[in-house]
């Protein structure tokens, strides 16, 4: 069975400093593991995935399979940045998503 | 807009009346994905379909649900005697077939059973 656990439900931080999102999976094949946002009164939308390897928005996240993480991590936090953010993970053969319980990012100016 | 649709927005029903939510996805995808998020949660995965084809059901998915996409455009999803418990947001999802390709979310059903 997949799982993805966030441990934080509200992670408030002021503009400016460096942010830290934390997720951790369980599973026991290779999975994809994704970034989903949903900013206010927005439908939910795609922020990263780690085959990417990409930065979108300021935002990187490193896959460490030896502790089963998957955190997203910004260097500097704008208030633009606040939102509600879905770690997810897909495994199988028909990419069924499996989310997490959702952090919501308040960004203080 | 050529995002994907969900109709209607909002529902409110008594309970052991039956409710249909349909999906509209983006017009060249073929997989299609319904899952329903409650509070202070996150969504849930319900089914898959690839093209007209229902490929995988949650155990969230009781007799009392049912989905179809009979001509692999768009999707109804059905529940019948609601519950209490069946209040959520029912979010609909589509992508292409292209290897793993991005999920597209439509903006969701809430539903509120009285």
């Known amino acids: 069975a997949q799982r993805v656990t966030q441990p934080e439900k509200l992670l408030s931080v002021f503009k400016g400093a460096p942010v830290e999102l934390k997720c951790n999976y369980s599973y026991s094949g290779s999975p994809e593991l994704f970034w989903y946002v949903q900013y206010s009164r927005q439908r939910l939308q795609l922020l990263l995935r780690h085959i990417s390897r990409e930065s979108i928005k300021g935002f990187t996240a490193d896959l460490n399979k030896g502790e089963t993480s998957f955190h997203l991590k910004k260097p500097f936090a704008q208030e633009e940045d606040s939102a509600m953010y879905y770690c997810a993970l897909m495994a199988g053969g028909y990419q069924k998503v499996t989310f997490g319980t959702g952090t919501k990012l308040q960004v203080i100016p | ?114």
């Open chain 2, 1 to 114: 807009d050529t995002g994907v649709s969900q109709d209607p927005r909002h529902k409110i029903t008594k309970r052991g009346q039956n409710v249909t939510f349909r999906c509209d996805p983006i017009s060249e995808h073929n997989r299609l994905y319904w899952y329903r998020q409650t509070l202070g949660q996150g969504p849930e995965f319900l089914t898959y379909f690839q093209n007209e084809a229902q490929l995988e059901k949650s155990r969230l998915l009781s007799d009392r649900f049912s989905a179809e996409r009979p001509k692999g455009s768009f999707s109804t999803l059905e529940i019948q005697r609601t519950e209490q418990g069946d209040s959520a947001m029912y979010l609909c999802a589509s992508s292409s077939g292209r290897g793993t390709a991005e999920q597209y979310f439509g903006p969701g059903t809430r539903l509120t059973v009285t």
